[in-house]
């Protein structure tokens, strides 16, 4: 309770709730003393002396004592719950009661059962483990949690998102226990400068693309990428002079039908000219390294087929 914008709000707020509190008590006693009519104790009749419709007059019974008791165990409870919890201002309670630290112990309850499973987890290499049915009942739903608003939930991603599910020729990294939890933990950046400049002038960047284009069997015009090929060597230093990329840093292979950002002559020559810079953030601070274990293996289970999305 320290989100007032200053020391004024919280005695405001403690001194509204107890006014409002003593003013019921206030009410009740009050309502027992008070006599409604000055002129009832002369008639004594026990009416209020309001009459309506000729004769129907309010009679004036005292409350019910089970009502009274509750409206009175009612203002004594307000009173101490505000004493134990927060709930006057910024006053913590003497019990020092709140959401976060209950919410601490029931996450860490929930690890400590969880614990003897994921310990047992943790014994077994990822290998092992993409092949444990309830390891992977566990990893699916972790990846639903917190990798499928990027990857999707089947792992077959979406553009600038890499399909999972692609054998290792179309990853940009190798697909391996190793890559996939490093990944995991510590994310990754994926970097291309813009070459734009080092490739020369618009119809030279044109002519690159449909090299690039002929190096996965697309279809492209012949002489504009036999014009390009002498140019592709300014690409070859990061995807290799076949094309095939170079998984230790992440350039990806030119050669096959997968494009993680995207198929075609314009696409390809966006990525000369503006270059790509496509991140994943860390998950390490969201998950523990039992936890990654575990969707790694659920990663590697997930096929590895040749296929691709385009
Ligand atoms: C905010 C979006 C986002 C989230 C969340 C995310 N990723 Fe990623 N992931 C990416 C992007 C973008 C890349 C590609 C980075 C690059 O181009 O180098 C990537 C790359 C990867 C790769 C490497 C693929 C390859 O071809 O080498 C793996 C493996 C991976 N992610 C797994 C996961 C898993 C498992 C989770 C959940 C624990 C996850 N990611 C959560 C966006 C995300
Ligand atoms: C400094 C290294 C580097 C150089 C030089 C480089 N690239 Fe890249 N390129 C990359 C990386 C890394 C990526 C992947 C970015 C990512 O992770 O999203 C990439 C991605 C691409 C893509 C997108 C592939 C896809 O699957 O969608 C194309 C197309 C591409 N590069 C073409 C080229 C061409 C053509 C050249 C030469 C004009 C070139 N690159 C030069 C590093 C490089």
Not at 127 to 140: F, K, N, T, V
Not at 186 to 195: A, Q, S
Not at 247 to 276: F, R
Request: net charge negative; glycine share 10%.
């Amino acid at each position: 309770m320290s989100d007032f914008i200053n020391g004024f709000w919280p005695w405001y707020v403690a001194g509204i709730s107890l006014v409002s509190i003593l003013a019921c008590a206030l009410l009740l006693w009050l309502a027992g003393k008070a006599t409604v009519n000055p002129n009832a104790n002369l008639v004594d009749d026990n009416t209020t002396g309001h009459v309506w419709d000729e004769d129907l007059r309010e009679l004036n019974n005292p409350l019910p004592r089970w009502w009274m008791w509750l409206f009175i165990l009612t203002v004594i409870f307000a009173l101490g719950y505000l004493a134990i919890f927060p709930g006057l201002g910024s006053y913590k309670g003497l019990s020092q009661w709140t959401t976060l630290a209950e919410h601490k112990v029931d996450v860490e309850r929930l690890r400590a059962d969880v614990a003897p499973l994921y310990a047992e987890f943790s014994a077994q290499s990822v290998e092992a483990l993409s092949h444990d049915p309830r390891a992977l009942a566990i990893g699916e739903r972790q990846f639903m949690n917190t990798c499928s608003q990027c990857h999707g939930s089947d792992g077959r991603g979406s553009k600038s998102f890499p399909n999972l599910t692609n054998g290792n020729a179309a990853w940009l990294g190798e697909r391996n226990a190793e890559h996939i939890v490093q990944t995991i933990t510590n994310g990754r950046v994926g970097m291309m400068p813009p070459m734009g400049a080092a490739v020369g002038s618009e119809s030279d960047i044109t002519d690159v693309a449909h090299y690039v284009l002929s190096l996965s069997g697309s279809p492209y015009n012949e002489v504009k990428a036999f014009n390009g090929k002498q140019k592709f060597v300014t690409c070859a230093a990061c995807h290799g002079l076949d094309g095939k990329g170079n998984k230790l840093i992440g350039a990806p292979n030119l050669t096959d039908d997968y494009w993680l950002h995207g198929w075609g002559e314009a696409a390809i020559v966006s990525a000369i000219k503006y270059g790509k810079n496509n991140v994943m953030p860390a998950q390490a601070p969201k998950l523990t390294p039992e936890q990654i274990h575990v969707v790694a293996a659920y990663v590697l289970s997930l096929g590895g087929s040749p296929q691709a999305a385009k």
